[in-house]
Structures are given as C-alpha cells and as structure tokens.
C-alpha cells in the first residue's frame, strides 16, 4: 500500500476528486492549507501586512492538500491523470509526496491490510 499526498490548487480540486473516484479511491481525507516553495509565495500582488507595528509579506498560497492510501498498482495512473490535469507549466502547479504504508486497520470491522481500505 502507498500513501499519496498530494498538494495542489484549490480550483483543481474537483477534477482531482474525479480521478480518484475513477480509480475506484476508497477515501479520501482533504485539507486547506497555505504553503510556498519554489515560487516563493510570490502572486501577481504580494500582501504587505501590519502585524504587532512590524511589517511582514505574507508569503503563503493558499493550496488544496489531499491524502490517500491506495493499492501500489494504482499509484502509477493516478500520477499520471493528475499530471495531466494539474500541470500548467507554471511555478505553483503542487507536488506528490509518495509514502509506503506498513498497514491498515478499519476501525469498525477489525479488517486488515487492503480489505482496509
């Protein structure tokens, strides 16, 4: 089983559920989050902020942050869909963080593994 945590722009969020439902994704746990990398936070208009008589930038995107685990097999076509539908060729298109996972427990059952999922 993987992990895949991907984060990404908010507007892409809908597509990236549908790929997920395509693949027959048993869950999914969704968060909003604000974040920067290589694009430094850096928007069409940078936010100057007054905060305690210092001025700051705020330097933080908003961003869309999705985990889900899933069979290994599956991995490899769900990079691929959500690359084609996420990839703008733009600083700020997210990432994929990809996890291996020991385990699973359903709560409810007891079941183990991928019947987990």
């Given at each position: 089983?993987?992990?895949?945590?991907?984060?990404?722009?908010?507007?892409?969020?809908?597509?990236?559920?549908?790929?997920?439902?395509?693949?027959?994704?048993?869950?999914?746990?969704?968060?909003?989050?604000?974040?920067?990398?290589?694009?430094?936070?850096?928007?069409?208009?940078?936010?100057?902020?007054?905060?305690?008589?210092?001025?700051?930038?705020?330097?933080?995107?908003?961003?869309?942050?999705?985990?889900?685990?899933?069979?290994?097999?599956?991995?490899?076509?769900?990079?691929?869909?959500?690359?084609?539908?996420?990839?703008?060729?733009?600083?700020?298109?997210?990432?994929?963080?990809?996890?291996?996972?020991?385990?699973?427990?359903?709560?409810?059952?007891?079941?183990?593994?991928?019947?987990a999922l």
């Open positions: 089983m993987k992990e895949l945590v991907m984060i990404i722009r908010p507007e892409k969020l809908e597509d990236i559920k549908k790929i997920l439902d395509e693949v027959h994704c048993g869950g999914m746990t969704i968060s909003t989050v604000m974040g920067c990398g290589t694009q430094k936070g850096i928007a069409d208009e940078t936010v100057v902020n007054e905060i305690k008589g210092f001025k700051t930038t705020i330097n933080l995107l908003p961003k869309v942050r999705i985990e889900v685990v899933v069979h290994e097999k599956k991995v490899e076509p769900i990079i691929a869909s959500v690359r084609e539908i996420c990839a703008t060729d733009h600083v700020g298109d997210g990432k994929i963080f990809i996890r291996n996972i020991e385990d699973a427990v359903r709560i409810r059952t007891g079941e183990r593994g991928l019947k």
